[in-house]
C-alpha cells in the first residue's frame, strides 16, 4: 500500500448526548478514492466535520500527510491540503462563476498557474467557461457541483473531501461528475468520498468504509463490499427476502 494520507484513530464525536461517531478508524492511501456510505444519521458528515475540525472530536487521532493534526485549527488543516467541498456546494451566489473560482485560489502565489488550472476547468466544462462573467446563480444544481469541486481543486488539495456531491443531481450529471472525480484521481489527487449515492461511489472507489449508527459496521474493497449482503441489509432494512441478479443490477449496477 501506497504511504497514508489519511490515518484515523478511533474517532468519537458526540452532540450534547447524543453519540454521532463512535471509535471510527479509517485509512487513505495517497493516490486512492475511498467512500464512506450509510444510511441518514450515520454520522457521516461528523466525520468530515471532525476531520475538517469544525466539530471537535472526544477521542481519537487524526494523522495527515504523516503528521498528527487532531489539534490543529482548520485553517492550518486547510493550508495543508486538507480540502472539503461541503454538503450543499456553498456556492457564492452574488459572485461570478470565475470569481468564485479565483476563491479557491486566493492563498496562492502562483497566478500564472492559477490561470491555466482555470482555463483547464472551463475546457472540461463550457458551460461554466461561457458564463465565466455571469453570476454564478445563473448555473444549475449540477453546474454548481462542477464549480464547487473545480474552486475546491484550485486550492490544491492534497486530500479533497466531497460530502454527498451528488445530492439532488441528474443521472447525467451524477455520470459526469464521478467520471471527473475518477480524472482528477488518476492525475494523482486522494479523495474521500462521502455518499448516499452507493451503487456509484463504490463504482469510482477503491476502498470502502460502511457506517452504521456512527461505527464502522464494515470496510474493505469497494468491489467487494458493493457485492456483499450486508451492505444490501443496512440499505434495505433487512435481507430476509431473496436476492435476484436483477436486484443485484439494479442496486449495483453489475453482477457481484
Ligand atoms: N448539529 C447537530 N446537533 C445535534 N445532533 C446532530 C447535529 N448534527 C448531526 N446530529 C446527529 O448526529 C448523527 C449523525 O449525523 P450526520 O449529519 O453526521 O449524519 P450523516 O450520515 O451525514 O447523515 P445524512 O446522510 O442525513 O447527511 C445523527 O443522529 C444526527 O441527528
Ligand atoms: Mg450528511
Not at 30 to 55: D, F, M, P, Q, Y
Not at 102 to 115: F, T, Y
Amino acid at each position: 500500500m501506497n504511504e497514508l494520507i489519511l490515518d484515523v484513530e478511533q474517532l468519537s464525536a458526540c452532540y450534547g448526548r447524543v453519540e454521532a461517531l463512535i471509535g471510527v478508524s479509517l485509512q487513505v492511501a495517497r493516490g486512492e478514492i475511498v467512500t464512506v456510505v450509510g444510511a441518514n444519521g450515520a454520522g457521516k458528515s461528523t466525520l468530515l466535520h471532525s476531520l475538517l475540525g469544525t466539530i471537535a472530536p472526544t477521542n481519537g487521532r487524526i494523522a495527515f500527510a504523516g503528521e498528527d493534526i487532531s489539534r490543529w485549527p482548520i485553517h492550518r488543516r486547510i493550508d495543508a491540503g486538507l480540502v472539503l467541498v461541503p454538503e450543499g456546494r456553498r456556492i457564492l451566489v452574488s459572485m461570478t462563476i470565475e470569481e468564485n473560482l479565483l476563491l479557491g485560489a486566493h492563498m496562492r502565489q502562483d497566478k500564472s498557474a492559477v490561470r491555466r488550472e482555470i482555463d483547464n476547468i472551463y475546457d472540461r466544462f463550457p458551460n461554466l467557461g461561457r458564463r465565466r462573467s455571469h453570476g454564478a446563480s445563473c448555473l444549475s444544481g449540477g453546474e454548481q457541483q462542477m464549480l464547487a469541486l473545480g474552486r475546491a481543486m484550485l486550492a490544491k488539495p492534497q486530500l479533497l473531501m466531497m460530502d454527498e456531491p451528488s445530492l439532488g443531481l441528474s443521472p447525467l450529471f451524477v455520470s459526469k461528475l464521478f467520471e471527473l472525480i475518477k480524472d482528477y484521481n488518476r492525475e494523482g489527487l486522494s479523495v474521500l468520498l462521502i455518499e448516499q449515492n452507493t451503487a456509484n461511489a463504490l463504482r469510482i472507489a477503491h476502498q470502502a468504509t460502511v457506517l452504521e449508527l456512527g461505527r464502522v459496521a464494515m470496510e474493505g474493497d469497494a468491489a467487494a463490499i458493493a457485492g456483499s449482503a450486508r451492505l444490501q441489509e443496512a440499505y434495505l432494512g433487512g435481507a430476509a427476502h431473496e436476492v435476484t441478479e436483477a436486484d443485484k443490477r439494479k442496486w449495483i449496477g453489475r453482477r457481484s
